[in-house]
C-alpha cells in the first residue's frame, strides 16, 4: 500500500457497514479518504477517531442517486484536496420490493443508487485521475453474490440482484473503455456474500425480526472481510487486475 500513501480515496457509503470499515482502513494505510453518504454524522465520529493516524477521513454529504451532488462534491474534492486517485463504489441498497408486488419508486430508487450513482461516481473519478495524469487510479465497485446468481426464497431481493447484474456488466464495459484509451486505470469488482451491516435491518425495515433471522442463521461475513479485500486489489502490482472477487461465508450455500 506504500503508493497510495498520501493519495486521495473516495469511499461512497461511508457511514455504515462496509464503506465505514473501508474508509477505516485506508486511513490507517495513510489515505486522505473522502467519505460519502446522505447523513455524515457517523463519518465525522469516525473521523474524529482517526485523528493522528497515519492519513485522513474528510466528511462530505451527497446522495449518490443526485448528479448535482454528486458534481458538486468532485468539485469540492477537486478544490480541497486536486482529485480522485481511488473510488470506492460501495453506497448502495435494497428495498424489500418483490417483482410482482413491489413499488416502482423502490426499484427506481434502487437503480438510482446501485446503477446510475455507481456509474456517474466512476466516470467523474477517471475524469479526475485522466486530468491530472494520474495512469495507476483505481475504482472499485461494490457487487454482490447476487450480481452473479440468484438466491432461493428471496423475492423482495430479485429487483436488487439485477442492479448487481447490471454491476458486472458494467465492469466489464468500463474495462473495455479503460483499455481502449491506453490508460493503466484499474477497476475490481468484489461481490461479497451475507455480510453483517445494517444492510438487511434497513431493507426490512418494517421487520427487523427478518433482517435479525437472516444474520443468525451462519457465521457471516464482516465489514472488516471486505475492507481487507478492498486493500488486497489496492496492494496488487501494477499490472495485476484484481478482476472479480467472489467473497462468501464459509458456511454460506450458494
Ligand atoms: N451486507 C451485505 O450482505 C452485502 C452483500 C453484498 C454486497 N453488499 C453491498 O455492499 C455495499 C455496502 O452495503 P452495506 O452492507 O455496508 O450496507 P449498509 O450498512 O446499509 O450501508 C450502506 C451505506 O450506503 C449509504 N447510502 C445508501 N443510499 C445512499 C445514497 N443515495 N447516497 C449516498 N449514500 C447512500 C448509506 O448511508 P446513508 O444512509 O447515510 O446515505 C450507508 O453508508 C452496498 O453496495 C451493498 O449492495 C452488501
Known amino acids: 500500500?506504500?503508493?497510495?500513501?498520501?493519495r486521495v480515496a473516495l469511499v461512497t457509503g461511508a457511514s455504515?457497514?462496509?464503506?465505514?470499515?473501508?474508509?477505516?482502513?485506508?486511513?490507517?494505510?495513510?489515505?486522505k479518504v473522502v467519505g460519502c453518504s446522505r447523513n455524515t454524522s457517523k463519518i465525522q465520529e469516525l473521523a474524529d477517531d482517526l485523528v493522528g493516524e497515519a492519513g485522513s477521513l474528510t466528511p462530505m454529504q451527497c446522495d449518490v442517486s443526485k448528479e448535482d451532488e454528486v458534481l458538486s462534491m468532485f468539485d469540492n474534492i477537486k478544490s480541497s484536496f486536486g482529485g480522485v486517485d481511488v473510488c470506492v463504489n460501495n453506497a448502495g441498497l435494497s428495498h424489500d420490493a418483490p417483482l410482482l408486488t413491489g413499488d416502482t419508486e423502490q426499484w427506481r430508487n434502487m437503480f438510482e443508487v446501485n446503477v446510475l450513482g455507481l456509474c456517474v461516481c466512476t466516470r467523474e473519478a477517471v475524469k479526475s485521475m485522466k486530468e491530472r495524469g494520474v495512469d495507476d487510479g483505481h475504482i472499485i465497485q461494490l457487487n454482490?453474490?447476487?450480481?452473479?446468481f440468484q438466491y432461493a426464497n428471496n423475492p423482495g431481493g430479485h429487483f436488487y440482484s439485477a442492479t448487481k447484474f447490471a454491476v458486472t456488466s458494467l465492469v466489464e464495459g468500463?474495462?473495455?473503455e479503460l483499455l481502449k484509451d491506453n490508460t493503466h486505470i484499474r477497476v475490481s469488482?468484489?461481490?461479497?456474500g451475507l455480510t453483517e451491516t445494517e444492510f438487511s435491518y434497513r431493507m426490512f425495515a418494517k421487520h427487523p425480526e427478518i433482517?435479525?433471522?437472516?444474520y443468525s442463521q451462519i457465521e457471516n461475513l464482516k465489514s472488516v472481510d471486505i475492507a481487507?479485500?478492498?486493500?488486497?486489489?489496492?496492494s496488487a502490482p501494477k499490472h495485476v487486475q484484481i478482476h472479480e472477487l467472489s467473497i462468501y461465508p464459509t458456511e454460506m450455500a450458494t
Open 144 to 148: 454482490s453474490a447476487v450480481g452473479h
Open 228 to 234: 481487507d479485500a478492498v486493500i488486497y486489489a489496492l
Open 211 to 214: 433482517a435479525k433471522k437472516k
Open 189 to 192: 469488482s468484489l461481490s461479497p
Open 174 to 176: 468500463l474495462r473495455k
Open 1 to 6: 500500500m506504500q503508493r497510495w500513501v498520501g
Open 16 to 31: 455504515s457497514g462496509i464503506g465505514y470499515e473501508v474508509a477505516r482502513s485506508l486511513v490507517k494505510h495513510g489515505m
